[in-house]
């Protein structure tokens, strides 16, 4: 079980709009910021956005990243086909002496 | 150009000791605010975070696995390397490590192609 937790799955269709959910806790996402990454099938992890919504060096304005209390969302717009991902959320943790936390991840499908 | 790579061994036994090194260039370990973690993740499940080494010799790791893991830099050859003692199955999976840089948190910005290892008798 995950300390963060999101839909294990999320779907669209080319161009629209989705976004993927991340609820956690006042002892992290409350009191820390996010991060989140892409993960294409087979390949490493990439980072997308980062305290909050910040979007990293060349990921695209079409991802935008927010919070709100305990929760995060991402969002893409425009969705493309090369959209279609794994998408985690994650960020520090300040219980057990603190800790990086991941969410489960959200499993993306352009239909 | 910040690169990262993870070697070891492939295969490890049960009960054995996994040593793994990340080598890295384009950045010091020495540079405020940088770090370097490991995380993992077993065939078709999520990331899971392992240990984090930090510019300032702080160090942190997983609650639950802290009793099994050492994290250890080299700032001058560039390499962090990460032992996990009493392998069991359950640890197979892909190990990556990380460019951690400091923002308003530590995020991961660079990442390794991550090595595979197969915990098998």
């Known amino acids: 079980q995950s300390v963060l937790t999101q839909p294990p799955s999320a779907s669209g269709t080319p161009g629209q709009r989705v976004t993927i959910s991340c609820f956690g806790s006042?002892?992290?996402?409350?009191?820390?910021?996010v991060n989140w990454y892409q993960q294409l099938p087979g390949a490493a992890p990439k980072l997308l956005i980062y305290s909050d919504n910040k979007r990293a060096s060349g990921v695209p304005y079409r991802f935008s990243g927010s919070k709100s209390g305990t929760s995060a969302s991402l969002a893409i717009s425009g969705l493309r086909s090369d959209d279609e991902a794994d998408y985690y959320c994650a960020g520090w943790d300040d219980s057990l002496s603190g800790r990086e936390v991941f969410g489960g991840g959200t499993r993306l499908t352009v239909l | 150009q910040i690169t990262l790579k993870e070697s070891g061994p492939t295969v490890v036994k049960p009960t054995q000791t996994l040593t793994l090194t990340c080598t890295f260039s384009?950045?010091?370990?020495?540079?405020?605010?940088?770090?370097v973690g490991w995380i993992r993740q077993p065939p078709g499940k999520a990331l899971d975070w392992l240990a984090l080494?930090?510019?300032?010799?702080?160090?942190r790791y997983n609650p639950s696995l802290k009793s099994r893991l050492t994290i250890t830099k080299d700032t001058s050859k560039n390499r962090v390397v990460l032992t996990m003692t009493n392998m069991d199955p359950v640890d197979t999976g892909t190990y990556y490590c990380?460019?951690?840089?400091?923002?308003?948190?530590?995020?991961?910005?660079?990442w390794g192609q991550g090595t595979l290892v197969s915990v098998s008798s």
């Open positions: 990380a460019h951690a840089q400091y923002g308003d948190n530590y995020y991961f910005d660079y």
């Open positions: 384009g950045f010091s370990l020495s540079t405020r605010g940088v770090g």
């Open positions: 006042s002892s992290n996402i409350g009191s820390n910021t």
């Open positions: 080494t930090y510019w300032d010799d702080d160090k």
